[in-house]
């Protein structure tokens, strides 16, 4: 059976803290697998060239993207009052961070929820995300993503911790806390460079924007990389967002793939289970009005999925 999950409540049409309480809460209850969150810092005014939406020339950046909530605060408040479901970030734009904080900061929300985090983690794409709080340029930010993974293994195995990376350096000193258990880390890819670092380095792929047909071509050649790795291909797991706008039934023929209401959405999972994901989840906060209707649709999608078996 796959795994379920649906995104928490970060725009800015919803309250931080009470409606992401409810939210997370709800969730759980319902028998939801997963809660996910995103990072988005800023939303240009000048979209023109490589500052549209994903570096695509005048491509404008969505309405609801504007004041989105940080994403590790919002995991953090799900954590608090839920005892079971997972905490996955898709994703974290990993060179916006200092690593050795990053690291311990996820290091300690794995261990405050007994070992529930999901590190789903990205190399980014906004220039001018990277001009304001970047760690490395927009042009080092694949390298800024592998120097994390080197950093987080140091950070998150046994102590004492001792590391020299490009641009950092622990000579010896206890770090902690420890995560509860081996943090998952799955890696966005959307290149043949980006899929073999996730073959090489990465428990997973988080995958968006793509339909089932390509989860199954993109996740066979995945697993052969892997092989070429030495690594077992049955490891390597597929995760995939189903991003979603608007919940209004599609009479188009033959449907956009994740267009649609929620039981179209539901067929869009079972044929993502079909291509061999593991685990789905929905954006449904960016597709409603308030947390009372997320949690009815919520509820409505988990049924329809059990109920149809996948």
């Not at 800024?144 to 490009?166: I, Q, T, Y």
């Amino acid at each position: 059976m796959v795994k379920l999950g649906v995104s928490l409540p970060q725009f800015q049409h919803f309250t931080p803290g009470k409606d992401v309480v409810a939210a997370a809460r709800a969730m759980e209850e319902i028998g939801y697998d997963s809660l996910w969150v995103f990072e988005r810092v800023l939303v240009p005014e000048d979209q023109s060239g490589s500052h549209g939406l994903y570096g695509v020339p005048g491509l404008a950046w969505p309405e609801r993207y504007r004041g989105v909530a940080d994403a590790l605060v919002t995991l953090t408040t799900a954590a608090a009052v839920t005892s079971r479901i997972e905490l996955g970030t898709g994703v974290l734009v990993v060179p916006l961070h200092l690593p050795f904080r990053l690291a311990r900061e996820l290091a300690t929300l794995d261990a405050a929820s007994d070992g529930r985090v999901i590190a789903g983690l990205g190399a980014g794409w906004s220039p001018d995300e990277f001009a304001a709080v970047g760690a490395v340029p927009l042009t080092e930010r694949g390298r800024g993503l592998d120097e994390f993974l080197d950093v987080a293994a140091e950070v998150w195995g046994p102590n004492p911790v001792s590391f020299k990376s490009r641009n950092y350096e622990v000579s010896v000193a206890d770090v902690g806390p420890k995560p509860a258990r081996k943090i998952p880390i799955l890696l966005g890819a959307g290149n043949e460079r980006a899929l073999r670092r996730v073959a090489r380095r990465a428990d997973g792929w988080v995958a968006s924007g793509v339909t089932p047909e390509q989860v199954k071509q993109s996740l066979a050649g995945l697993r052969a990389m892997a092989e070429e790795f030495g690594r077992d291909p049955a490891s390597i797991s597929c995760t995939v967002q189903i991003g979603t706008l608007d919940l209004t039934e599609s009479v188009a023929v033959p449907r956009p793939a994740y267009a649609g209401n929620v039981a179209q959405l539901a067929e869009d999972v079972a044929a993502l289970a079909e291509a061999g994901a593991d685990h789905v989840y929905v954006t449904l906060p960016a597709a409603v009005e308030d947390v009372a209707e997320l949690i009815d649709r919520a509820a409505e999608l988990h049924e329809r999925v059990r109920a149809a078996g996948v």
